[in-house]
């Protein structure tokens, strides 16, 4: 009998803020639970409306981060919207290393940053499906500040001109079928030859 063994990798999910990267990612994590770990970061920014601490985020204060950045206790970090990111080293070598995939929802920067530390990752790039329909959903997040809406507008059209340097693009149209596509791209890419190898006693 021949039997196969899959070796794990980086799958990252990417886009500007209000793409939908958190609803793919969660319906990813519901389907997949028993081979995809999901990194959780630490953040400065203030816990929004229906997130849950340990689930969305780890919410800290910037001299926690700072000290975290200090300890050597993150693998990368990274200064968006006014608010530091960073992500946990400890949990990510030992899901690896238990031969789990690890799924990271970041944005464009956390691919660069994620190449020092990991040779095979496997990244994504989601559009909203228009700048009219990304600016309605930020208006709806920050209805009383106009000023950050335009902010965070202008700062996603100048994060998605790093598409190019992911390995898939998906523009976020309807959910359902944006996570068919991510969910395909996931399966086919555990399947290839370049993550397999024996471990029968059969020799080829």
């Given at each position: 009998?021949i ?27 519901k ?7 999901y990194?959780?970061?630490?953040t400065t ?5 229906g997130?849950?601490?340990g689930?969305?985020?780890?919410y ?7 000290k ?14 006014g ?59 920050h ?13 996603a059209k ?7 340097f ?21 399966k ?17």
């Amino acid at each position: 009998m021949i039997e196969l063994k899959r070796k794990p990798f980086i799958f990252l999910i990417s886009g500007p803020s209000g793409t939908g990267k958190t609803t793919i990612v969660r319906k990813l994590l519901k389907k997949y639970k028993n081979e995809i770990k999901y990194s959780i970061s630490y953040t400065t920014r203030e816990k929004r409306e229906g997130e849950i601490e340990g689930v969305d985020y780890y919410y800290v204060s910037e001299d926690e981060f700072k000290k975290k950045i200090e300890n050597g206790e993150l693998i990368e970090w990274t200064f968006a919207y006014g608010n530091y990111y960073g992500t946990p080293k400890e949990p990510v070598l030992k899901w690896l290393d238990q031969g789990y995939n690890v799924l990271f929802d970041m944005d464009s920067k956390g691919l660069f940053n994620l190449k020092r530390h990991f040779e095979d990752i496997v990244s994504i790039f989601l559009f909203p499906p228009s700048w009219e329909e990304l600016l309605n959903r930020l208006s709806k997040r920050h209805p009383d500040n106009p000023e950050l809406v335009e902010k965070r507008l202008m700062e996603a059209k100048e994060e998605s001109k790093m598409w190019k340097f992911f390995d898939y693009t998906i523009v976020n149209t309807i959910v359902e079928e944006t996570f068919e596509m991510v969910e395909n791209i996931y399966k086919a890419e555990k399947l290839k030859a370049k993550r397999t190898y024996l471990i029968s006693e059969e020799k080829i």
